[in-house]
């Protein structure tokens, strides 16, 4: 197996983007609409937002990509979700899936297990225990963050990754990837970045981004962290120990290292 | 016909609102709540979101203005907003309309024109294929984004204004609003407007807040498109390419400008 | 009656928090969603935003705290209020309401009254205009914001927590909390709070926060608001008249003081 050269690839897809403004429709959380909106842009693509049963498959067929975040479901949202996945499916759109919470109570568990049984998903992201739990191990969760799992994150995401037929990108300190058989480490991030909420839903929003280019979606979405959280780190940099700070100086990194190419610092293996 | 001396119109506008605090009752889309109701305090007037069908009609009609936003579509939201408008027309609220996406899906296209016959609005702005669409004329829209139109922004706004019988504001890099018979320009704005999300919708917002003092319509939304283009040239000064600042800076030039009255470099013609 | 040591009470709650990251259920309205999660943040709790029926009772029931907020009131959410708001009492989760814009409609009246009927509550925060309505006493509240009581806030406060049986914050200028028998008064605060959306729904969140860690609520209550209004003052020494730098100075001062415990000039009598 070559070495991946997450940079040449990056640039390249980020260039694609530049080029193409591909549609990223978001059915996603109450909470970071705004703000994954804006990630989007900041990557040079273009965000939607639109979770009406009446119009989701219409959008997601002329999609880019197709998020789906589960993070304030409903059983109205369920049935958008359900619909849009599979005609994003059929129109050969890439769809990315964040099973926030999956775990935290037995509906988020549930649905987010219909979800990757109906819909064909790319990629997968989610902490330790929403991966473990959709991996079907045991994971302790507490609302939407992952306290402990059963496996350590590299066993979560080769088996998630398995059983979901997908790629399953498994977030933390080090970001573990993987498509079953080949693992790819992400060391990229700051510990400011727990200090925000919304940036693991951002973080999934650069994955769709990049998986917008097509396959392979392993190296998209590794790459895609190590955009994500280099940008943190650049943002903490200029911010420091300051949230509000931080946030704003995520969008400018994003910002500028999109339009910039300046990749220096990435961390993949 | 006067020349329109924006800057004095500006001046009385602002006075009178900072005089009268009046309140703007947004039905808007999950996007930018918190963005539009920020600029509406921005310039003085006080902002209230609420879209229940059991609450809509009484909110509307103690209104200074009523804005429907239509970003992110829902059968619920479609009877909220045709209750809420039908309650301010009765009432003489001035109403104003975003038509978010319209023609990108047909959901989104029947919505709007079903809000244009059954409501009589004051204002209607969006960017040239939204408007296109209302005005039956050709258009491409990808997501909610203006990608063509089958002609010029001065074409599309005259005409939208003639066949909805209401003021039609087109944005884009260079604004046209019109009354069907009359035209303005407004040649404020930045590029950096486009890198951050909900910027058209807090553009209708200060349509709205303006509108809440009443006719003339053209000169208040001509007004309040150059006062927020305005504010975004400001925020640039400050915050250069950097989107995340930018969005800071526009909060802060937003209430500068209404606040200290310092409104040089207003381009209407 | 012992004075009250705002400043020892604070650190100590502080550290509690710090060390087991309470789980905060917020059921709140689509404006201040990534607002008050990142309040929460800021505080060192965890925020966990869930509104659907079929997993609130879940949810509230393994929190540290539940807030329930009514700022865009809707008839399924209602039923998810009182659900989970009954869940919380069982299992013995503190409970704070945030009764935005009762009396502004009659629903919210309505609703505002309803909840206080059937939930226990530890702390019901609002402006004087709200409280007033809950106590039974005459209001003008021009959408959500408080315009002239028939008594002072002293008054209100008594009344209200008289009536409810609970701990009653009625902030403004100053802010007056009150058991029914014992008053506190909190003089932080900052006039520039009220040129953003939202820092009434944050207030409550730090009131949620400090009462994760259980009785007195009184003092919670007090304590909570005198940070926040501290906060305030701390952000505009930063910010100045710049609304959108204010927002961003706000986290940045919610976070500094939560984590260097650096707390001069709280004004709690």
């Known amino acids: 197996m070559e070495e991946f050269d997450c940079r040449a690839f990056l640039e390249d897809r980020l260039r694609w983007v530049a080029a193409r403004k591909p549609l990223v429709h978001?059915?996603?959380?109450?909470?970071?609409?705004?703000?994954?909106?804006?990630?989007?842009?900041?990557?040079?693509?273009l965000p939607v937002m639109?979770?009406?049963?009446?119009?989701?498959?219409?959008?997601?067929?002329?999609?880019?990509?197709?998020?789906?975040?589960?993070g304030t479901p409903y059983p109205?949202?369920?049935?958008?979700?359900?619909?849009?996945?599979?005609?994003?499916?059929?129109a050969g759109v890439p769809v990315v899936f964040d099973p926030v919470g999956a775990g935290a109570t037995s509906y988020r568990t549930r649905l987010a297990r219909k979800l990757v049984e109906e819909i064909r998903f790319a990629?997968?992201?989610?902490?330790?225990?929403?991966?473990?739990?959709?991996?079907?191990?045991?994971?302790?969760?507490r609302g939407v963050e992952s306290i402990s799992t059963g496996g350590d994150a590299e066993a979560v995401a080769r088996s998630a990754a398995s059983r979901l037929g997908c790629v399953a990108a498994v977030t933390g300190k080090v970001d573990v990837i993987s498509d079953g058989s080949r693992v790819l480490h992400v060391g990229n991030g700051h510990h400011m970045l727990a200090k925000v909420t919304g940036t693991g839903c951002m973080a999934t929003t650069?994955?769709?981004?990049?998986?917008?280019?097509?396959?392979?979606?392993?190296?998209?979405?590794?790459?895609?962290?190590a955009l994500f959280g280099l940008a943190g780190e650049r943002a903490a940099?200029?911010?420091?120990?300051?949230?509000?700070?931080?946030?704003?100086?995520?969008y400018n990194a994003l910002y500028e290292l999109s339009?910039?190419?300046?990749?220096?610092?990435?961390?993949?293996t």
């Open 26 to 45: 978001h059915i996603t959380n109450y909470v970071v609409k705004n703000e994954t909106a804006n990630a989007t842009l900041c990557l040079g693509a």
């Open 50 to 70: 639109a979770h009406a049963l009446e119009e989701v498959e219409e959008m997601a067929s002329q999609a880019g990509a197709l998020l789906i975040n589960m």
């Open 76 to 90: 109205d949202l369920e049935k958008a979700m359900l619909a849009a996945g599979r005609a994003a499916n059929r």
């Open 123 to 141: 990629v997968v992201r989610g902490n330790a225990a929403e991966m473990a739990v959709l991996a079907g191990m045991e994971a302790e969760i």
């Open 206 to 225: 650069c994955i769709a981004v990049m998986a917008s280019a097509g396959e392979p979606f392993l190296e998209a979405a590794a790459a895609a962290l």
């Open 237 to 250: 940099e200029v911010a420091g120990e300051r949230p509000g700070s931080f946030h704003v100086e995520l």
């Open 259 to 268: 339009t910039r190419l300046d990749l220096e610092g990435l961390r993949v």
